[in-house]
């Protein structure tokens, strides 16, 4: 088998959480007041991209900013359980709705308690789940 020739991060150790501290910041820098975490700056926010957002601000100890994005997804959920496909400013562009988005906040909230064992966090956000 080949293995292609490694030509990133070449003597730095990517396996140190202060190695991700820029992408870190760069989400942080992108969340907003609400919570919202848009793919860019400035943005649009996808539901997964949110989520995933979330996913890296928990994993790099940001706890806080991760359940201010949880937040944002309980308080723009729709009654019927879903999430419009697309927001910009806290306001839904694309009202459409996909039926993947149902799993998300759960495996977002898993990931969440994987890291932290924070089940009485959970446990508070999951009938919106």
């Known amino acids: 088998m080949h293995m292609p020739i490694k030509k990133t991060f070449e003597g730095l150790d990517h396996t140190h959480l202060d190695f991700y ?3 870190a910041d760069y989400i942080k ?27 890296g601000l928990a994993t790099l100890g ?12 309980v308080n723009n959920q729709n009654k019927d359980g ?3 496909s697309e927001f910009v400013n806290d306001k839904a562009t694309q009202t459409n709705k996909q039926t993947h988005f149902s799993c998300y ?4 909230l898993l990931h969440y308690y994987l890291i932290t064992k924070d089940l009485e966090y959970v446990k508070s ?5």
């Open 62 to 73: 940001h706890l806080e900013a991760a359940r201010l994005g949880f937040d944002w997804l």
């Open 21 to 23: 501290k820029s992408s």
């Open 82 to 84: 879903s999430w419009y």
């Open 29 to 55: 820098s992108c969340q907003s007041p609400s919570g919202a975490i848009p793919s860019l700056k400035g943005g649009k926010l996808d539901p997964w991209d949110h989520i995933e957002s979330i996913m």
């Open 125 to 129: 956000i999951w009938p919106n789940h």
């Open 105 to 108: 906040m759960s495996t977002g």
